[in-house]
């Protein structure tokens, strides 16, 4: 399938265009995972691409993050595939050698955040409506390490610590201040600012650029390369626990009422 993600190329800039079209939310399903990881890697094999600017084609909303279904009531084989994928698309968005900047265009929790944070830059809309963070605990769930890796990768470990075990979601004015996104602009100059951001990294010399992407970033990815079947099997003894189905069947029965 082709079709949950929109992506166009500027052959002229090497700058492809990414969004998220998923409604009603850009929840990442195990379909949307696959499709994004598929993209992920055709642009990085095309050598007219330099750069990728992420953002939701949704209004208000950039991505809500893992589907929650995904992880409710399905099978060990369901789990095993579902969480390769989460970890495909991680090592994809965040080892990448193409300039990646995200365009946070609404609110962005858990996986979502994670999809933010694994992009060079962020922007986000100054939109105090929007929030977003790693706000797994308040699922009565826990990030992986890697998720952790990534949120002190950006902003260290203290801001980090406090805001993973409040399962923080940071409003767009508090988020820039913590230094989980870069800046903050006018939803309407987003994309603007968003070309500007990357006609700036796109002016150094890829090689140079690439190296000290990876030497910054190896030790993170390797860390999960080296451990990934042990992370699967975390993530299934996890999810499959009672207690921890109970916790997000009642965290969807909350998202439902809260609408009427
Ligand atoms: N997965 C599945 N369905 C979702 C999700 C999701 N993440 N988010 C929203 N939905 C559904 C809602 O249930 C609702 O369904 P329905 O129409 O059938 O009632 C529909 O999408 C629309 O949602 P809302 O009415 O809530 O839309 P709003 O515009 O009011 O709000 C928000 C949008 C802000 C995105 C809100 O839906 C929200 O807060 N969603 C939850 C986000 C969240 O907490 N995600 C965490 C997912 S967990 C994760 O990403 C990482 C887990 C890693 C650790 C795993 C270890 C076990």
Same mark, same amino acid.
């Given at each position: 399938?082709?079709?949950?993600?929109?992506?166009?190329?500027?052959?002229?800039?090497?700058?492809?265009?990414?969004?998220? %079209?998923?409604?009603?939310?850009?929840?990442?399903?195990?379909?949307?995972?696959?499709?994004?990881?598929?993209?992920?890697?055709?642009?990085?094999?095309?050598?007219?691409?330099?750069?990728?600017?992420?953002?939701?084609?949704?209004?208000?909303?950039?991505?809500?993050?893992?589907?929650?279904?995904?992880?409710?009531?399905?099978?060990?084989?369901?789990?095993?595939?579902?969480?390769?994928?989460?970890?495909?698309?991680?090592?994809?968005?965040?080892?990448?050698?193409?300039?990646?900047?995200?365009?946070?265009?609404?609110?962005?929790?858990?996986?979502?955040?994670?999809?933010?944070?694994?992009?060079?830059?962020?922007?986000?809309?100054?939109?105090?409506?929007?929030?977003?963070?790693?706000?797994?605990?308040?699922?009565?769930?826990?990030?992986?390490?890697?998720?952790?890796?990534?949120?002190?990768?950006?902003?260290?470990?203290?801001?980090?610590?406090?805001?993973?075990?409040?399962? *923080?979601?940071?409003?767009?004015?508090?988020?820039?201040?913590?230094?989980?996104?870069?800046?903050?602009?006018?939803?309407?100059?987003?994309?603007? %600012?968003?070309?500007?951001?990357?006609?700036?990294?796109?002016?150094?010399?890829?090689?140079?650029?690439?190296?000290?992407?990876?030497?910054?970033?190896?030790?993170?990815?390797?860390?999960?390369?080296?451990?990934?079947?042990?992370?699967?099997?975390?993530?299934? *003894?996890?999810?499959?626990?009672?207690?921890?189905?109970?916790?997000?069947?009642?965290?969807?029965?909350?998202? %439902? %009422?809260?609408?009427?």
């Amino acid at each position: 399938s082709n079709n949950k993600i929109q992506v166009e190329l500027d052959e002229s800039s090497g700058v492809a265009m990414m969004k998220f %079209k998923s409604p009603p939310v850009n929840s990442l399903s195990l379909e949307f995972l696959t499709e994004f990881s598929i993209s992920l890697e055709k642009l990085e094999n095309n050598r007219a691409c330099r750069g990728v600017i992420i953002t939701s084609a949704l209004p208000k909303i950039f991505s809500s993050g893992l589907d929650i279904t995904e992880m409710c009531g399905k099978s060990i084989e369901h789990y095993t595939e579902f969480w390769r994928a989460v970890q495909e698309m991680w090592l994809r968005l965040y080892g990448s050698n193409m300039v990646t900047v995200a365009a946070v265009n609404g609110s962005s929790p858990a996986g979502g955040c994670l999809v933010a944070l694994s992009c060079d830059y962020r922007i986000m809309a100054e939109n105090p409506k929007f929030s977003i963070g790693l706000n797994e605990a308040q699922l009565g769930i826990v990030a992986p390490f890697w998720f952790k890796d990534t949120i002190v990768n950006v902003v260290g470990h203290r801001i980090a610590e406090r805001s993973l075990q409040l399962g *923080s979601l940071h409003p767009a004015p508090e988020a820039l201040r913590l230094g989980l996104v870069d800046e903050l602009v006018p939803e309407e100059k987003l994309m603007e %600012k968003a070309a500007a951001v990357m006609a700036q990294w796109l002016a150094l010399p890829d090689h140079a650029r690439q190296l000290t992407k990876t030497m910054m970033r190896k030790a993170v990815l390797d860390r999960l390369v080296a451990h990934r079947e042990e992370d699967i099997k975390n993530f299934i *003894s996890f999810v499959s626990k009672e207690s921890i189905q109970k916790s997000l069947r009642m965290y969807m029965e909350m998202l %439902k %009422k809260r609408k009427s």
